[in-house]
């Protein structure tokens, strides 16, 4: 006989869970997944509240968009996921409102009570002010955001194939990507090795040397938050492959096909008919309404700074996790950084000093275990810096995919994942390049 679940406060839980503690988990990404499938089994109530009915995996984002894989191939249900933990609910809407002080999220014209509540909503992208670009520089924060930026590289690209004109066919040949962070670099690589390799034997008029992708950075080198010797050598791949690198440019105007950056040598202006945005992330805007209604501040990007253990002043019931905390009781002081490494590390502390809390147990403090940082920029070369190992290269590459795909929290799009990657090493054919008008 299957176990008895709860359902909201529409019909009463199971006799075992009727006074258990209820913990209400907003957001499924890493940090929130992790908290959940960490309270899996406990007697404690769970309900994880998320707008999509899966957990993304973000870092594979750039190979959705160059059509590498496709989008089921780096989300995973959850429900299929961790719905079958008797004591987690599973429940789909998008938090509205929070009432502090009668305990309660507004969520479907519902409001659910909690005892503990976990926030884990991330971050969305920001334009520095300027949200008029949105409209012609596709993010990369989404599924939709990485499908949109593939049908638009491979539309102009079958639009090119049968244009006439060279100047235009150059120009549908053109890709500019903002931002030359991880995310940037991972997305311009992938793009020009697409237009470049991939295509050359498939499309019979477009001359695979045209192709064009530029990246946009305001500092003096790719990947700064790395090792310079790893820039250099991250920049240098890049460059050798063919992308054109625009440093120490900062985006001043951007509309349909035109990018104006200002450099230290004068404004350029770049015409290319696709633009990806890759430059900025501020918090949810769960963030300012937590604010709003509790009384906590928020940093420059929106982001809540916590306590040590994460909760935020005056409530300690409620706790923020993610790309949405600042989280700064680090040895030098600096924030942790909104990657997937401390957003799991987050989430699973986090659950664990709940659990102690109602146990009347200790739970040591939270230390954060940076394993390091990596980012692949071509076909079988990536640089990594694990916790001083610095590496670049085929080696670079091996460990960055062993290590994304330990992340992978779904263990059939791991074996989807290395059996695309290696097919798109012997052959260099990409299985998702289909154009639809909706993402499948």
Known sequence: MAPERFFLELTPPSELLREAPHVVIVGAGFAGLKAAQTFAGKTVRVTLIDKRNFNLFQPMLYQV??????QTDVASPLRIMIGKAPNIQILMGEVVDIDANAKEVVFNDRRLRYDRLIVATGATSSFFGHDEWAQYATPMKSLEDAYGIRKRVLGALEEAEQTPDLDKRRLLQSVVVVGGGPTGCELAASLNDLMRHTLERDFKQIDPGHC??????????????????????????????????????????????????????????????????????????????????TGCSTDRGGRIPVQPDFSIPGHPE???????????????????????????????????????????????????????????????????????????????????????????????????????????????????????????
């Open 65 to 70: 968009a160059s059509g590498l894989v496709s």
């Open 212 to 293: 064009k992708v530029t990246l946009v950075d305001p500092g003096d080198r790719v990947l700064r938050a790395m090792d310079p010797q790893l820039s250099k050598a991250a920049g240098d791949h890049l460059a050798r492959c063919g992308v054109e690198l625009l440093l120490g440019g900062r985006v001043k105007a951007i509309e349909e096909g035109k990018l104006v950056v200002t450099t230290a040598q004068g404004e350029v202006t770049l015409e290319a008919s696709t633009i990806c945005w890759t430059a900025g992330v501020a918090a949810s805007p769960l963030g300012k309404l937590l604010s709003d209604r």
């Open 318 to 440: 409620i706790r923020v996790v993610g790309d949405l905390c600042s989280y700064s009781h680090t040895k030098d002081g600096k924030p942790l950084p909104g990657m997937a490494g401390p957003a799991v590390q987050m989430g699973v502390w986090v659950a664990k000093d709940i659990l102690a809390q109602l146990q009347n147990q200790r739970h040591s403090a939270f230390a954060f275990t940076d394993f390091g940082t990596m980012a692949i920029v071509g076909s079988l070369f990536a640089v990594a810096d694990l916790r001083g190992l610095k590496v670049s290269g085929v080696f670079g590459w091996l460990l960055w995919g062993l290590a994304h795909l330990a992340f992978m929290p779904d263990r059939e799009n791991r074996v989807t994942l290395l059996t695309k990657w290696l097919w798109l090493i012997f052959t260099r054919e990409r299985s998702a390049l289909v154009i639809t008008e909706a993402p499948s």
